[in-house]
């Protein structure tokens, strides 16, 4: 719920991007230096930044952050996709199938037994202040944000590495599982085996500088200048941070991947969606995302590039199984098949989506495409109930032998308004009685849990973290926050083998039995996953990728055109 | 502490604390003006034309609602007016005319109600405070201060977004919040009136004190309760359509005109007539609610008449 | 008179008090826990949101959080919740915007309100005052986002005259006053439009009261000309109300702002109160209510003495 991109520019971004970060959501860009055909005065400011030689590109898709701090446990909006681009960790989640890429470690190898990892770290790399990074860095981050006043508790993939529950229980005043050899090696060793150690705490951690933050006492990092101005090894330097407003950021020329073609990019936090299209429009944005209704003035524009990227946000129903009702699976399995998820696709998305079948993305590596799937069938969708011993009423509400009506509350949070409408007449259609109860943006307390709706719409990106990770989240148990009451012996013994497993292709095949698994219980019902639909302006040239998110992960690449 | 102490925080332009002698109680009871001569005065007669116009749709929706407001049609979204959808449809395929014409009856009750808690509220602590003066008075005006230095539309927000904005708790809401500068400007008249010679002889007849607040004092006050809850309807009308631009108005898919206009927002340049026409049901009623407001006002103050 | 005075700002204290009672209650009193609000919820597993209510002192009975809380904010150590920024410097941050561009309503509002008001007092239940009454109602009625949407529409997209949203030119920083007045134009006219039906009608209707009043009688009767009569009496007589409303006027106007800084895009103290509802961040949204009342009930004492000072009719203790 609260992790709906801030990519995109559509109806329900407004509030939903409050949700997110409490902040501002939009998506805007560029005024830079140029002006659109419809250039405004306002373009003045930025044309002579790039008379001086300085090229500039300002977008408009990212939130708010609430920090810039790695390892804070408050982080608000888009704080990842900025760290992709200002920081690196040792290791990266790749775009688009979430494997382990090199970042600051060039290279890993992993012991017979997995519980050591001894990284080769680049060299020659400096911090943003033009330090030298070194090994040293590597084991000061993770003794810090294992250390005990760090802010927030123990987070459960640092926990694997050895010696980090004493250390934050103040026992021990250091990792003992964290070894500098030398310095461009590191060594971690953990307690147990964890294939998610490297896609998990080695890639979302990034690493700080400890020249920076040594003299600064632990307890206080969090509310130093570094949260809001920090020094990285990433590809751009966090120039300046305007609250409210925007986010500054300066090319980084020593960036050891190579200096950025742009020199300064600018992202702007618009909450308005309605804003953000005007801003595209007459120019003062050169990047955004805009909803598909509003595609259209730009694809009829030749000055604009559009193009339409996979979404990489699951919109889906979730179920209280602990309610009689929702915990026979025959009543879920109709309610997949009772939706026509194509139809309205083409109708509410004007085509841009695609029909949702599964929790992860399906460019994951991990993803089962041979999962039970179940599609628009609303005869199935019938036939299940009467199964399950609803029968169809005189007013159309299906009854069971105890004279209970087939009928549900539908909580649907303003985000995802139009999603939940568009469900309910599909539902009544098979016999179900579906009020809908609308959540506003302040209303929200966070993820519903169990024992607080029926059932409830909702959205989860799938870009934040790893796709196992997503697994676990709503499937494993135990599990922080339980939004569904979802619990299989089998799948979650499956979950403990697969993160102890030692071979890739027995770990992938292991987490295909988990997904059959659970698309056999069907305890979630996916409707369909929206295209990212982004608008480029006539100044700015962006490469070709996969999704969104790389093509925000390569802002080094973006070119501006003259 | 007297009224010239606190001047700042009334609107309400009448009263005006300079003037101490206005004529006695017998000029002012032959002030009030018959019917014919309220209807004789021009902005009276267009708000009240207009708003009844608008009471009588809210009340008759059912009847003349051409399709039910909630029912959606995904394949007709977005299409401008024609002959099926007279107004056109939004985003989901919903008939424009019909969701307006129930958005009339539920934003006129939603503003009507919540006004009547602020008046009796505002009337009642206003009363109290301006009769009974000394300590009552003290508190009662020291908490007007007090709410009407909050911000009050944040205020709002913030108790709407915890709080849930179902069409209960919002007018609840949306009365309780506005009473403070109802119950001043009612304080104000009631001080003007209070050592006035028929008051003054119904004390010394031993009325007691409710006696001569309900008997006396309110007739007195009454014009500016009418003139005052009248322009507080259209403001709660704009507040509800302020608050449905975050989310926070009553929870759709209930349909008012704040909220209609407020989804429409985004489609302004491609599909005008989602905003459009809620936005004008908007202005052509808070219009006409001020033109009644400041006709009866001209009307009904004795001390503006005959200009 | 000074005793007076000195009473009205000692009874500021309770009413402060009171107000961050209130605004506490209201906002921590509801259900729910701000750390579900606030912790990303693919990130914090159950212990960590455990010890992020410790950090932030969300395990203390209420009253001591309020204690705790209003301790904090007067030493001026207190922290947002969300962003561990002492919330008086987030606060300093977004003052400029808010008061530029209060300012700004303040003034063109009242100035053409008042114009407005005293051209209608003038010739009273002609066609210019209804037709002026007419527009100014129009203002009024318009819903601010709607309004707000149309002129950038109109203005900033179709004739590129004026930026769209934002407080400056983006690759700028600080208040350069001819760098940011244009990103003001829009919001200004939104705000002020509203503003001006409210005071051209306060405006008409006291300068009705004062040319009614004797001595403006006696002034006309002396032989003096009308146009003396207005403006050396009537006028200055009647416009001094008007600016007691001033003082009343802001509360709303911070309101008003709450839209306007969110369709403009302007990182003023109203979207920061609304992203701090949204996110539960409760030590700003205290300190935003709490810093409004201050400035309003000075602002309401200093127009009262003003007021005062400058009426030598009204007198007080009377």
């Known amino acids: 719920m609260k992790t709906r991109s801030s990519t995109s520019l559509t109806r329900r971004r407004l509030l939903q991007s409050a949700v997110v970060a409490g902040a501002t959501l939009p998506v805007r860009s560029t005024a830079a230096a140029g002006s659109s055909a419809s250039g405004s005065t306002l373009a003045l400011g930025a044309r002579s930044s790039s008379q001086d030689g300085r090229s500039q590109v300002v977008i408009g898709a990212w939130a708010e952050p609430a920090t810039l701090l790695s390892g804070a446990p408050v982080t608000g909006a888009s704080y990842q996709q900025i760290q992709r681009v200002i920081a690196n960790g040792l290791v990266k989640l790749g775009y688009p199938s979430f494997e382990v890429e090199p970042d600051l470690a060039e290279s890993w190898e992993t012991s017979e037994d997995h519980l050591t990892h001894t990284f080769t770290l680049r060299s020659g790399v400096t911090w943003h202040d033009g330090e030298p990074f070194t090994a040293e860095d590597v084991k000061f981050t993770y003794d810090l944000v294992t250390a005990k006043e760090w802010p927030g508790g123990l987070d459960s993939y640092f926990a694997q590495i050895a010696g980090a529950t004493e250390h934050k229980a103040g026992e021990a005043d250091q990792l003992t599982g964290v070894e500098v050899i030398d310095d461009t090696h590191v060594k971690v060793t953990l307690v147990q085996p964890d294939a998610l150690f490297l896609a998990s705490a080695a890639s979302r951690q990034r690493i700080l500088p400890k020249h920076v933050l040594e003299s600064i006492p632990v307890a206080d990092i969090d509310k130093s200048d570094f949260a809001r101005k920090p020094i990285y090894t990433g590809a751009y330097i966090v120039e300046e941070w305007k609250q409210g407003e925007s986010l500054t950021l300066r090319a980084n020329p020593d960036y050891f991947g190579g200096a950025p073609a742009i020199e300064t990019v600018i992202s702007r936090f618009i909450p308005d969606p309605a804003t953000t299209y005007a801003e595209l429009s007459s120019g003062g ?11 259209s003035t730009f694809e009829n524009d030749s000055a604009y590039t559009v193009r339409e990227l996979p979404g990489l946000r699951v919109i889906f129903l979730h179920f209280d199984l602990t309610l009689p009702l929702f915990s026979d699976s025959r009543v879920r399995k109709a309610i997949r098949h009772a939706v026509d998820k194509q139809t309205v696709i083409d109708a509410l998305l004007l085509g841009k989506g695609e029909v949702g079948r599964s929790f992860i993305t399906p460019l994951a590596w991990i993803f089962n495409p041979d999962a039970p799937d179940y599609p628009y069938d609303p005869k199935q969708a019938a036939n299940l109930l009467d199964e399950a011993g609803w029968t169809l009423g005189d007013d159309g509400v299906r009854v069971n032998a105890d004279g209970e009506r087939l009928a549900f509350t539908l909580t649907v949070p303003t985000a995802w308004r139009e999603d939940g409408l568009a469900v309910q007449p599909f539902l009544q259609a098979v016999g179900f009685e579906v009020t809908i109860e609308e959540q506003g943006a302040g209303q929200s307390t966070g993820p519903l849990q169990v024992g607080e709706y029926q059932a409830a719409v909702n959205g989860w990106n799938n870009y934040i973290i790893d796709p196992r990770a997503d697994l676990q989240r709503w499937f494993q148990n135990p599990r922080p926050a339980d939004q569904t009451g979802y619990k299989n012996d089998e799948v979650d013994a499956l979950f403990l083998k697969a993160r102890a497993a030692l071979d890739k292709e027995e770990e992938k095949s292991l987490y295909f039995q988990i997904q059959e698994l659970v ?6 019902a996916y409707l369909w996953r929206e295209q990212d639909l982004l608008v480029v302006g006539p100044r700015l040239t962006v490469p070709e990728t996969d999704t969104l998110s790389e093509l925000y992960d390569r802002i080094p690449e973006w070119r501006l055109n003259d | 502490m007297t009224q010239a102490t606190a001047p700042s925080s009334t609107m309400a332009p009448a009263v005006n604390r300079t003037r101490v002698n206005w004529g006695d109680a017998q000029r002012k009871r032959s002030a009030i003006p018959t019917w014919r001569r309220l209807l004789g005065n021009r902005r009276i007669a267009i708000g009240a034309a207009v708003l009844i116009t608008m009471y009588l749709i809210g009340l008759l929706a059912p009847w003349l609602s051409p399709a039910d407001p909630n029912a959606q049609i995904l394949l007709n979204r977005l299409r401008p007016p024609s002959t099926a959808h007279p107004l056109g449809t939004d985003s989901l395929g919903r008939d424009i005319l019909s969701r307006a014409i129930w958005a009339t009856r539920i934003s006129l009750s939603v503003s009507l109600v919540a006004m009547l808690i602020t008046i009796c509220v505002g009337s009642i602590l206003g009363l109290l405070a301006g009769f009974l003066g000394g300590a009552v008075d003290m508190v009662i005006m020291r908490l007007t201060d007090m709410l009407m230095a909050f911000p009050i539309f944040i205020l709002l927000i913030t108790i709407v977004a915890i709080y849930g904005s179902g069409l209960g708790l919002l007018i609840l809401f949306l009365g309780f919040t506005a009473w403070p500068l109802a119950a001043r400007t009612i304080r104000a008249e009631v001080l003007s009136l209070k050592h ?8 010394i007849n031993g009325a007691s004190t409710a006696r001569i607040l309900w008997f006396h004092v309110l007739p007195g006050v009454l014009s500016v309760i009418v003139v005052t809850a009248t322009l507080r309807v259209a403001t709660v009308i704009l507040i509800e359509s302020g608050l449905s631009y975050f989310g926070l108005g009553v929870t759709p898919p209930t349909p008012t005109w704040g909220n209609m206009a407020s989804e429409g927002r985004l489609y302004l340049d491609t599909a005008w007539w989602i905003t459009t026409f809620p936005g004008v049901l908007i202005v052509i009623t808070v219009l006409a609610y001020n033109l009644l407001g400041d006709g009866l006002r001209d009307e009904l103050d004795p001390r503006r008449r005959g200009r | 008179m000074s005793r007076h005075i000195l009473r009205r700002i000692i009874l500021l204290i309770p009413m402060l008090i009171g107000i961050s009672i209130m605004s506490y209650g209201i906002i921590r009193l509801a259900p729910g826990d701000p750390t579900r609000m606030l912790a990303d919820p693919e990130m914090l597993t159950t212990e960590q949101m455990e010890a992020l209510r410790v950090q932030l002192g969300l395990d203390q009975p209420i009253q001591i959080q ?3 809380t209003m301790q904090s904010l007067l030493t001026g150590d207190l922290l947002s919740f969300k962003t561990r920024q002492p ?27 008042m114009v407005v008001g005293v051209l209608q007092a003038l010739r009273p239940s002609t066609r210019l005052d209804e037709a002026l009454t007419f527009f100014s109602l129009f203002g009024f009625a318009v819903p601010t986002f709607w309004l707000a949407l149309m002129l950038i529409l109109i203005f900033s997209v179709r004739l590129g005259w004026l930026p769209t949203s934002g407080i400056r030119p983006t690759n700028t920083a600080g208040w350069d ?12 006219i939104v705000l002020a439009t509203n503003l001006l039906a409210i005071v051209a009608r306060y405006t008409r209707s006291s300068m009705l009261e004062t040319m009614g009043q004797d001595y403006l009688r006696t002034a006309r009767a002396k032989g003096l000309s009308e146009r003396v009569v207005t403006v050396r009496h009537a006028l200055r007589n009647s416009l001094l ?21 969110t369709i403009f895009a302007l990182p003023g103290i109203g979207r920061l109160a609304l992203d701090s509802v949204i996110s539960r961040d409760y030590p700003v949204i205290l300190t935003i209510n709490l810093f409004v009342a201050v400035l309003v009930l000075i602002g309401n004492l200093l127009a009262d003495i003003a007021y005062v000072l400058a009426d030598p009719r009204v007198r007080l203790g009377e």
Do not use: K, N
């Open chain 3, 87 to 113: 919330v008086m410097e987030m606060i300093a941050e977004r003052l400029p915007t808010t008061a530029g561009l209060t300012a700004g309503v303040l003034i063109v509002g009242f100035s053409l309100g």
């Open chain 1, 519 to 524: 698309e056999t219980d069907a305890p979630l």
């Open chain 2, 196 to 203: 006035r010679d028929f008051i003054d002889a119904a004390r």
């Open chain 3, 177 to 188: 006053p001819l760098a940011v007045a244009p990103y003001l134009v829009l919001p200004t």
């Open chain 3, 66 to 68: 309020y204690l705790r």
């Open chain 1, 285 to 295: 944005l050169d990047i955004g995302t805009v909803s598909p209704d509003l595609l």
């Open chain 3, 241 to 261: 109300p008007v600016i007691t409303l001033l003082g009343a006027q802001i509360p709303y106007l911070l309101g008003g702002t709450v839209a306007v800084e």
